[in-house]
């Protein structure tokens, strides 16, 4: 007997090359079998459609896909800037893996840890930031160099083992200060002692993506890939030929969509040149309200510059998980089964890049369940905003009509016959 069975869904798995009407059977937290019209993987009886479940979830015309896995978040909240609670955005968008981006150093590692990750009901990793402050305020983590102790951030990195999945290192003018490359450098030597993956941030330079490109390894991450902020990402319609090399030398290009860095010209020549880049949100504080918002929304976006759906679905589960090592993306069976599960609209719906810029994107998703482990997780409503976020007039109008909405949603029944037993003769 299943545990649970989703039934009859578009299942899109690209790890798996699926992409097919098919049946979910989940037991144990696992993916037990999926089935579609003449082809069937996994153990057990012969049909997960004609076997018995515990619960049978009828997934006709929606989407079905892996669990979502957004490799650049900001989850330590409570203790830094940009920190926000990933439980209240995960079970309305179908993100079940969520890796922290340098939120914490050194310093702050087994807190992030111990008050935000082990509580969160969805799953979460972290990439140790080379400065032991963490994020703790807006930029500037790199002003002091005593900071980045590779030595410290080692042996935290080490205790930590597979919670800690790569480095993470702010490379832009304002971070860096007055000291140039030298704190990519020791981000980079701090990757190569861990072997795991460096993702660099990048913006406004100095320095710039030529400075940076010959630092990167195969399988680092060049995160804010589309961003209108870099000089020379992209010039006359095509890659420059720093990010050219970037690229060929097997970076990963990651678009951390965030508050600030989707330009859909950018993202669109990008595209064009070649690139695919993997689908993370940059979800902060700040970014939750717009023009980010989610992962489902970064995805509409990726459509709307090129890209298929079966493509983007894979940008934001198989290739994640791939690029940080990560056990997640998959409904291969024996998998986690983490799934989400969409309405996917089709039509022409406007999207908006950081500058305003409107395009259209051919399909919308908006999720309906959320599972992890295969447990649908519960609504969680989100606490106010920080006082150092700012907001437009507009956000600020759109998060009083959530607090509205959020109280409105609670009813109650005065009618006797709203009820089984209106007059119960014992209390609880």
């Known amino acids: ?20 009407v098919a049946d979910v059977a989940v037991r144990g937290g696992r993916i037990a079998e999926v089935r579609t019209h003449g082809r069937r993987t996994g153990g057990g009886p012969a049909s997960a ?12 015309g929606r989407l079905v896909t892996p669990g ?20 209240p955005v995960a079970w309305r968008t179908g993100v079940t893996t969520w890796v922290d981006a340098g939120s914490a150093g050194a310093y702050s590692m087994d807190g992030l840890r111990r008050f935000a990750a082990d509580p969160a009901r969805v799953r979460v ?24 102790d590779l030595d410290a951030a080692a042996a935290v990195a080490a205790r930590h083992g597979d919670f800690v999945r790569g480095v993470k290192a702010r490379i832009d003018a304002r971070t860096v200060g007055r000291h140039g490359l030298e704190p990519l450098h020791r981000a980079a030597a701090l990757a190569r002692r861990l072997e795991r993956p460096l993702m660099v941030h990048v913006g406004y330079g100095p320095p710039t993506i030529a400075d940076i490109a010959p630092v990167l ?5 060049l995160t804010h890939c589309a961003s209108g902020c870099p000089s020379d990402l992209v010039a006359g319609g095509r890659l420059t030929d720093a990010a050219r090399r970037a690229l060929d030398a097997g970076a990963v290009f990651d678009l951390g969509h965030g508050s600030g860095a989707l330009a859909f010209d950018v993202l669109e020549t990008e595209v064009a040149e070649g690139v695919r880049p993997t ?4 979800l902060h504080a700040r970014s939750v309200h717009g023009p ?9 976006k990726l459509t709307a510059a090129g890209v298929g759906l079966s493509e983007a679905v894979a940008a934001a589960t198989v290739r994640p998980a791939r690029a940080l090592g990560l056990d997640a993306g998959t409904l291969a069976p024996g998998a986690a089964a983490d799934i989400a599960v969409f309405d996917l609209e089709e039509g022409r719906f406007p999207v908006v890049d950081v500058h305003g810029t409107a395009r259209e994107s051919p399909v919308r998703l908006t999720n309906t369940a959320t599972y992890v482990g295969g447990r649908l997780l519960p609504p969680c409503a989100a606490g106010p905003p920080a006082p150092w976020v700012p907001l437009s007039p507009a956000q600020s109008g759109a998060e009083d009509e959530r607090v509205r909405r959020t109280r409105s949603a609670v009813r109650r029944l005065e009618r006797p016959e709203d009820f089984d037993e209106p007059f119960p003769r014992d209390g609880a």
């Open 1 to 20: 007997m299943w545990d649970l069975l989703l039934r009859g869904g578009r299942v899109v798995d690209p790890a798996s090359g699926l992409d097919a």
């Open 125 to 148: 990793h972290a990439l140790i930031n080379v400065s032991a402050l963490g994020l703790v305020a807006e930029t500037g983590e790199h002003h002091a160099l005593d900071n980045l």
């Open 217 to 221: 390894a195969e399988g680092d991450i």
């Open 279 to 282: 689908a993370s949100s940059d």
């Open 292 to 300: 980010a918002f989610d992962l489902p929304t970064v995805l509409a």
């Open 68 to 87: 979502l896995v957004d490799m650049h978040t900001h989850v330590w909240h409570g203790a830094t800037y940009w920190g926000l609670d990933p439980d």
């Open 49 to 60: 459609a004609d076997d018995a479940a515990a619960e049978v979830v009828d997934a006709g």
